[in-house]
């Protein structure tokens, strides 16, 4: 079956670092996504990754170790509007997206 | 000049009644989806239209009918509805782009619930 894993919750501290994991088992992959979602609100677009290595987005950066099938996001000087869900989300080779079932972020001052 | 919008936003009915959820988009989109989240903020995909025919069709029950009049507007009837069916249901839409890229842009969501 396919399979998506995330932590459930994580807490960091605000101005620290934060790394969220997510390892995958699908049929097929054509690329990972990862979405954040505020409580009460859709998902929004963070990042995308097809091939390995790391992209940098700001304060946001995704990695992609597809022989592992494994990815995390990191966020670097955490604000507290960053507290929310991360969600990781794979398509498979049916272009279908295959979700986890996404990770809570809270950040404390 | 929202990208994609959902309406209503909240909706409360009675257990066996008939509602639909309107989507629309305008970002020039060929394919829609129909996402059920639940209390416990699992995604699940519903449905997905690309250029008005279905080509993903959960094992959800057919009291569920996704209607698409065009390919902007993708709207979602329910009939019978039953307590389980209260979630919040996402629109979204995607475009495959030149890396292959489909980006899945959603809507804000309506807050279904049945009681």
């Known amino acids: 079956g396919q399979n998506i894993d995330q932590p459930t919750e994580m807490t960091a501290t605000e101005g620290a670092i934060v790394q969220i994991n997510c390892t995958y088992q699908t049929s097929g992959f054509n690329g990972l996504f990862w979405y954040q979602q505020h409580a009460g609100e859709a998902p929004t677009f963070l990042s995308y990754n097809v091939l390995d290595g790391l992209e940098e987005k700001g304060r946001f950066s995704s990695f992609l170790s597809r022989s592992k099938g494994y990815s995390y996001l990191l966020l670097k000087e955490l604000q507290m509007k960053d507290s929310a869900s991360y969600l990781c989300a794979v398509m498979d080779s049916n272009y279908q997206l295959i979700w986890g079932a996404g990770t809570k972020l809270i950040i404390k001052p | 000049d929202t990208a994609v919008s959902q309406t209503p936003k909240y909706l409360v009915t009675q257990m066996g009644n008939d509602k639909s959820i309107k989507c629309e988009q305008n970002?020039?989109?060929?394919?829609m989806y129909w996402y059920k989240q639940d209390s416990k903020k699992f995604l699940k995909i519903m449905f997905s239209y690309n250029n008005k025919e279905l080509i993903i069709n959960e094992t959800v029950p057919n009291r569920f009918s996704p209607k698409s009049p065009d390919k902007a507007h993708l709207n979602l009837h329910i009939n019978s509805l039953e307590l389980g069916d209260s979630a919040v249901y996402f629109c979204?839409?995607?475009?495959?782009?030149?890396?292959?890229?489909?980006?899945?842009?959603f809507g804000p969501g309506t807050r279904l619930l049945v009681l």
């Open positions: 970002l020039g989109h060929d394919t």
């Open positions: 979204a839409s995607s475009q495959e782009d030149t890396l292959y890229q489909e980006t899945q842009y």
